[in-house]
Structure formats: C-alpha cells, structure tokens
C-alpha cells in the first residue's frame, strides 16, 4: 500500500470557524525565542561555534573554536535585548521559546517572565541542528528538555517548537503524550491536528515571514520599516477575513538579540499599538489557542480514508461507482495520503480510476446504471443511493402519464446509444431532467458516451459529499 504522508490541502476552500473568545476577528500571537546560552559554542560541549541568526553576514562555524564576536551579540540578547522586550510586552500574554540550557543560564530572565505571566513553552534542549541527530539520540535530548524545562521553570511545558528540527521531531515530540501543542509547522493560518500512530497531536503552526529572523538572513529585512509594514500589511489581510467571517492567527516570531536592538524595537512599539488601536483584537499566548480549538474542535475520531485497509475501504466506497467496485479496489492502491481524506480527494482517486479505465471497462458502469423511473424503481430494487436520489427529484411521484414518457424515453435513449440515460438527478428537477432528456438522446454516440461519463463522475462526487461532507 502506497501512501504519502504530506497534507497538501488542509482546511481547503472551508477552514472551520475559529470563534475566538469574544467573536474577535483576528488572533495575534506574539513569540519571543530565548536561545541565548543554548546555541552552538564549546563550551557547551559543540563541537563548533554558532553561525546562525546574528548581525554577522555569512557567519561560518569555527571547529574547536570560540567565536568571541558570536558569542557578544548572543549575549546582546540576554543582557539587553531581552529586558527592553520585556518592558515593551510584558502586559501582553506571550509566548516565550525557552531553549532548556539557555533558561537554565538565566535566573533573573526566568523570574521577569513569570512575574509577566507569559507562557514557557519548550525550544528543546540545546540551539542546534537536529537533521542529522539519530533518533535515540533527539528522543532522549526531548527528555532531557522535558526535565530540565521543568527543573528550572517549577512546570512540565505544554507547548514545544524545536525550529531546527529533523523529520522526526514532530513525531517523538507527540509520542510523549505531554503536549498541548507543537509549533513546528508553518503550513497554515490555524491549529490543525496530525495523528501520529495512535496519537492525535494538535499543531499550532508558527511563522518564518512575520518573523525578525529576516534581519539576520541576506534575504530579509534591512531596517524596522520593512518589518512594521510587512506586519501591518499582514495583520490588515486577517482581521479583513476575520470581518469577512473567517477568522485566523497572526504569528509573530521575535528573538531577543535581533528585535531587542533599539531601531527594531521602535518598529516593534509602533505595529503594537496599531494592533491594540483595532476591536475585536484577541492576544493570547499559543497555550491559550491550543486549548481554546482543542474546545472549538477536538481531534477527529473517525478512521480516514487513507488509513483504511483494502476491504474496508472497498467496502465504504466501492458502490460510489454504481455497482463497480473495482474502481475502489484500484484507487486504494494509489498513492493515497492525507490529502485524500476528504470528499475531494477520494472522488479525485476514485475518478482517476474511472478515466484510466478502458472503454468497455467504463461502458459497463454506464450500463450498470438504472433507468430512471424505470422497472427496477418500480419494484424497488435500486441500490439504497439511487433510490434516494431518484426520490429527491421527485421521479417516485410520477404520474401514470409522466411514467410512460419515462419509459419510452429510456427505450429509445438505450437503442441509440447502448447504455442508460444517466444524470446527476440531485443537480435537477423532474422538468429539467426530462429537458436534458429531449436535447441529448439525439446527440452522437462518442458525445453522449463522454458526457454519460462526466455524469457518472458527478453522481459520485455528490454520494462522497453526502458520506463524507463538503
């Protein structure tokens, strides 16, 4: 069985009301990332110096080494950005990305966040790279993380982004079973759940464009301007969806020795106070979100279609297609993921089936398709699906008149063509369908054979909306 793991649709067309606390219109999500005395430096037993997210362009790792000029803007960050950030929002209820060694080198840090009652989520055990880190190895660092979060700040964390992370953080970090919420995702504008095995983990998804990492990459910011429009212009676009009725999340991502320098920091004071100058504004740390869509929308307790085995999926869907099972049988060896755990996607693999199909194949699922209001309606032997699509258009009330014009439309329809007069009857009325009736029987072959064809897939498509939703 082929699977792929990515979701590549999300919320589609229709993410699900968020109804912030107090109908606000838009959640603003402020994180302050506090990595100083966790990154990279041998002193801490690295085998190198830092080299990432600093005022350094092109900073290169220096082997067995101490980089005195690294190691001072780090410290700019505990020392003096950290504190003017504080001052600047520590009414606001944030969320602080507390790398474990980096909280345990900052007492006096520690207590102002508290003191502000911000949040305390964890950013792992060290600032480092994780893609290669074997898998023993990062779950016993989460551990470790766990532990020593816990020893330093008196509580468990409930949230967890590891920002540097590998292709298993996400998953290890669910296994523990002790998470509100992982961050490590920056795949939408609202929490969304992933099981991992047995485990439903709620992602509060974070940002990398809203984020003052900018400034330290040759492809970003230059000065606070560009930072306090880009925001502006992003929160402007949310809280007009959230008035259009479609709420959404405003992550801001902040790291003490960048946003914490003065001429950022004045950036940051002035898009703060165009966000309070709004209504219906809702700041909240990420624990806050996390439980309040936990309340909004629990994780989903019903098996998706990916995840079913091959009898089970035949067995929900192999009458989609009027009695063609076959067509399920080959859209579950696809490479289903996912994304096909919806109306959309099962109805995108089931009808690439159906297309790839030869032609005789196809012609015997028009075939397999009843007359409308013909003998079988009238002796009730339709499947349980065409029976109700029938009587939603009203082809069960027919007169005895109407009934015969039926019948002997359907007789001729069949001799000319060689199969069924098929129609996605939930589309129509009685009036129309019988208007569809009169212009197509006289339509060649090969154009009734593909539209017949288009028809089939659209009944299918309306059975999965009726199974599965919109």
């Known amino acids: 069985m082929t699977r792929y793991p990515r979701d590549m649709t999300g919320y589609g067309p229709n993410p699900p009301a968020a109804n912030w606390p107090n109908g606000a219109k838009i959640a603003v999500q402020i994180v302050l990332n506090y990595e100083e005395g966790g990154e990279n430096n041998i002193l801490h037993g690295d085998a190198a110096s830092e080299a990432f997210l600093s005022e350094i362009t092109g900073a290169s790792p220096w082997p067995g080494q101490r980089h005195w000029n690294m190691e001072s803007i780090y ?4 020392r003096a ?9 520590r009414d ?3 969320t602080i990305y507390g790398v474990a060694t980096a909280l345990a080198r900052a007492p006096e840090q520690v207590a102002a966040m508290q003191a502000a009652n911000w949040e305390i989520a964890s950013h792992g055990l060290k600032w480092v790279e994780h893609k ?6 990062e779950r016993a660092q989460i551990a470790e993380a766990i532990r020593l979060h816990t020893e330093v700040t008196g509580a468990a964390p409930r949230g967890w982004y590891t920002g540097r992370c590998s292709n298993n953080t996400v998953r290890l970090v669910a296994e523990t079973g002790q998470f509100a919420y992982v961050a490590d995702s920056y795949a939408d504008d609202l929490p969304y759940w992933s099981r991992f095995g047995r485990t439903d983990q709620l992602i509060v998804p974070y940002t990398m464009d809203c984020n003052d990492m900018r400034f330290g990459i040759q492809a970003g910011f230059t000065n606070g301007d560009q930072f306090e429009s880009y925001l502006r212009d992003s929160f402007d676009m949310l809280y007009a969806e959230g008035a259009a009725g479609a709420p ?3 992550s801001i991502g902040l790291h003490c020795r960048l946003m914490g320098r003065p001429g950022r920091a004045a950036a940051l004071a002035r898009v703060i106070n165009y966000f309070k100058s709004h209504d219906d504004v809702w700041f909240a740390t990420r624990a806050q979100i996390a439980d309040h869509w936990a309340a909004q929308h629990p994780a989903p307790n019903d098996v998706r279609p990916s ?3 091959r009898d089970t999926f035949v067995a929900a869907f192999g009458g989609i297609f009027e009695h063609s099972p076959w067509i399920a049988e080959g859209a579950h060896a696809l490479e289903l993921g996912p994304t096909h755990d919806t109306a959309a996607g099962v109805h995108s693999a ?3 089936v159906f297309r790839s199909a030869s032609e005789e194949q196809r012609l015997n699922v028009l075939k397999a398709h009843p007359d409308l209001a013909g003998k079988l309606a009238a002796a009730g032997k339709l499947t349980a699906e065409s029976t109700a699509e029938q009587a939603g258009a009203g082809l069960d009330l ?3 008149d109407e009934r015969a014009a039926f019948q002997s439309l359907n007789a001729q329809y069949v001799a000319r063509h060689g199969f069924p007069f098929i129609i996605a009857v939930k589309d129509h009325d009685k009036a129309s369908i019988l208007a569809a009736f009169h212009r197509r029987i006289e339509n060649d072959r090969d154009t009734e054979f593909a539209e017949a064809c288009r028809q089939v897939e659209r009944i299918a498509q309306l059975r999965l909306i009726e199974k599965l939703g919109a």
């Open 398 to 400: 027919l007169t005895d």
């Open 81 to 89: 950005g950290f504190w003017r950030l504080h001052r600047l929002l």
């Open 75 to 78: 410290e700019y960050g505990s």
């Open 307 to 309: 995840e079913m085995d």
């Open 248 to 250: 959404k999340m405003l």
């Open 350 to 352: 089931l009808a690439r």
């Open 92 to 94: 606001l209820p944030i």
């Open 132 to 137: 290669d880190m074997p898998e023993d190895v």
